[in-house]
């Protein structure tokens, strides 16, 4: 079994949608969780950051964690188009090596 | 203020050729991380490094891969005697000291190996 599982995609949504996206992971030891926006051939930008269940808001992007379940989410409301880009999720323990998710590629429509 | 600097952007080398990768960390930041991300895989962490100390290098390759944070100047990621296997999107990340654990990236430099 991975120890973290995300849908490769591509997600197709219309401007204005919101977006859900997603990971599963199977390893208990994961204290921390991020969501990293990467677009084509550049580096990727962390946009949120939690270290516990429940959720977190900044702006239009929500990230959702339920440690029972091992489940993490990402929701993005009113998408535009600039949003398009793949979405890693990422894990920590309490070393700093990051695990990453294989990404989920989204296209938000014009 | 100045993010992640990562140089060269390209880099081609041929097969037994040596690779440098250099990585300038986020002001203020004294924890680098390097990544890997082979076509159509997902990133694999490397190294983590502070000044003058590897912390835990067991994503590293045991042979041709080494890195180092010196005093002063630039963190390096060397590749010796490449082969192709090697081509692959190389980033580095950076964090605040103490109890920070947010990694902000670079924008990776690209390697091919002809």
């Known amino acids: 079994q991975k120890e973290v599982e995300q849908d490769p995609g591509p997600l197709s949504v219309p401007e204005g949608a919101i977006v859900s996206l997603n990971c599963t992971y199977s390893n208990s030891a994961f204290q921390y969780f991020m969501w990293y926006r990467q677009y084509s051939r550049k580096g990727p930008e962390l946009l949120m950051y939690?270290?516990?269940?429940g959720n977190k808001e900044d702006g239009r992007f929500t990230a959702q964690v339920d440690k029972s379940s091992k489940y993490i989410s990402l929701f993005i409301r009113d998408s535009q188009p600039s949003d398009s880009a793949t979405y890693l999720c990422a894990f920590l323990t309490g070393r700093r090596a990051l695990t990453f998710g294989s990404g989920t590629r989204l296209q938000v429509q014009p | 203020n100045a993010g992640v600097m990562q140089n060269p952007r390209h880099l081609v080398r041929r097969r037994g050729q040596e690779a440098r990768l250099r990585c300038s960390p986020m002001k203020g930041h004294s924890h680098v991380y390097w990544y890997r991300q082979l076509p159509e895989e997902g990133l694999k962490f490397m190294v983590y490094?502070?000044?003058?100390?590897?912390?835990?290098e067991s994503g590293m390759p045991k042979e041709r891969f080494s890195a180092e944070f010196p005093k002063e100047g630039p963190s390096i990621l060397r590749i010796q005697q490449v082969v192709r296997g090697d081509s692959a999107a190389y980033f580095c990340?950076?964090?605040?000291?103490?109890?920070?654990?947010?990694?902000?990236f670079g924008p990776g430099t690209r390697l091919t190996v002809t």
């Open positions: 990340a950076s964090s605040p000291p103490a109890d920070s654990y947010e990694q902000y």
């Open positions: 939690t270290y516990s269940s």
């Open positions: 490094l502070q000044k003058e100390n590897i912390i835990d």
